[in-house]
């Protein structure tokens, strides 16, 4: 297709900066990579502190919590105050743009494009939520789409029967930073953010109980877990490798022979799994959310979500799976290229139903800066 040029609207919890610290920010960061691969002027608005190769507007100076940390912030005036001033400001800026591709989690932006006519493909990420549940339904147009990384994604935002302009785009790994092994060294690897509804200790449970050593990584964001659940189990055979780099990162989970996922929520994706996964490590994995989607049928082995002696057997089940093909079937389903197709199609749909409005509407709503402005004061206000 033709260059565009693409605003991608992130989340601002944390910055799109390496070493990740989630799924949310590895993905941001692979999609503007991707897109100005392909050609595309491509945008990033985030927050100020993130680190990338494309073209930053920055949100807020720094991430949100450094400032109003989520765990004693989350669902308080003053942090949503914050996040309501951050978009709302950006909101007249994306009529400038062919096309928005937005993963803020946040209600304005769809809410926006809807009154104004912007393209925009909305990427769903979490377990609905009041406020960007009632955005979406609310904002259902033509020219806007929304994707979701599984199927029990996106059905649990369309409980009672989907949009038509909503669908699964898996998230996509670079295949080319993640290096397939044909033979594991023995050992598991746990990788993730260190918080209780990640569940790292029981896959330290479970490793003791296969007799396999494991070590653990990621950032730590619950100190008092990390010091009372996990701690206690860190032995010579079970340790944690601190928070590191996606490349050294990728290169033990290549050299593992089995990696351990033990997700507690309602797991979106897993996208350390399909990382897992891409370098021919099977998974070992609670059957949880999105899980058994990302997994398939040559990926690795599920356990009940909570039951530490079924992830016992799962890790048995995991290491008797033939690494190559593995990889093969990871590479052939998530990879970064099918993500980035399918995400233009969406983009061309979205543009093409865009055009079709703005020749019926183009009187009845005006210049399209200031029907933006206008919208995002209306928004600002009503909701």
């Known amino acids: 297709m033709r260059p565009l040029r693409i605003a991608v609207l992130a989340h601002i919890r944390h910055p799109i900066a390496e070493p990740f610290r989630g799924g949310m920010e590895a993905h941001a960061h692979q999609l503007v990579h991707g897109l100005a691969d392909r050609g595309h002027d491509v945008t990033l608005f985030a927050s100020g502190d993130s680190v990338v190769d494309v073209a930053l507007r920055p949100l807020v100076p720094e991430h949100y919590d450094a400032v109003y940390p989520w765990h004693d912030f989350h669902g308080t005036d003053a942090l949503n105050a914050h996040l309501d001033a951050a978009f709302e400001d950006c909101l007249p800026e994306l009529a400038g743009f062919d096309v928005?591709?937005?993963?803020?989690?946040?209600?304005?932006?769809?809410?926006?494009?809807?009154?104004?006519?912007?393209?925009?493909?909305?990427?769903?990420h979490v377990p609905p939520f009041g406020a960007l549940q009632r955005a979406v339904h609310y904002a259902d147009a033509p020219w806007?789409?929304?994707?979701?990384?599984?199927?029990?994604?996106?059905?649990?935002?369309?409980?009672?029967g989907m949009t038509h302009r909503a669908c699964v785009v898996p998230n996509g790994i670079d295949t080319s930073r993640w290096p397939v092994s044909q033979r594991g060294n023995g050992e598991a690897v746990w990788a993730g953010r260190i918080t209780p509804n990640k569940a790292p200790h029981m896959a330290a449970h479970a490793a003791r109980m296969a007799g396999i050593p494991l070590?653990?990584?990621?950032?730590?964001?619950?100190?008092?877990?990390?010091?009372?659940?996990?701690?206690?189990?860190?032995s010579q055979n079970i340790r944690y490798g601190g928070h590191v780099s996606s490349d050294d990162l990728a290169s033990v989970v290549s050299a593992a022979s089995v990696f351990v996922f033990t997700p507690l929520w309602d797991e979106p994706f897993g996208l350390v799994a399909a990382e897992a996964m891409m370098c021919g490590t099977p998974v070992a994995a609670f059957d949880k959310g999105g899980v058994r989607e990302v997994i398939g049928e040559t990926g690795g082995a599920l356990a009940a979500a909570g039951?530490?002696?079924?992830?016992?057997?799962?890790?048995a089940q995991a290491l008797s799976k033939d690494r190559l093909a593995v990889a093969r079937d990871a590479r052939f389903r998530l990879s970064a290229e099918r993500m980035l197709s399918a995400y233009e199609a969406h983009y061309s749909a979205a543009m093409d139903a865009a055009k079709v409005e703005n020749r019926v509407s183009t009187f009845e709503r005006g210049d399209s800066k200031s029907a933006s402005a206008s919208a995002a004061s209306r928004i600002a206000m009503n909701l």
């Open 307 to 315: 039951d530490t002696q079924a992830l016992t057997g799962a890790i």
């Open 144 to 160: 806007i789409r929304y994707t979701a990384c599984s199927d029990h994604l996106l059905q649990s935002y369309w409980p009672d």
């Open 215 to 234: 070590t653990i990584f990621g950032v730590i964001e619950h100190e008092d877990y990390f010091k009372d659940e996990l701690r206690p189990l860190l």
């Open 100 to 124: 928005v591709h937005n993963n803020s989690l946040h209600r304005f932006p769809p809410r926006h494009a809807h009154s104004v006519g912007i393209p925009m493909i909305t990427s769903l």
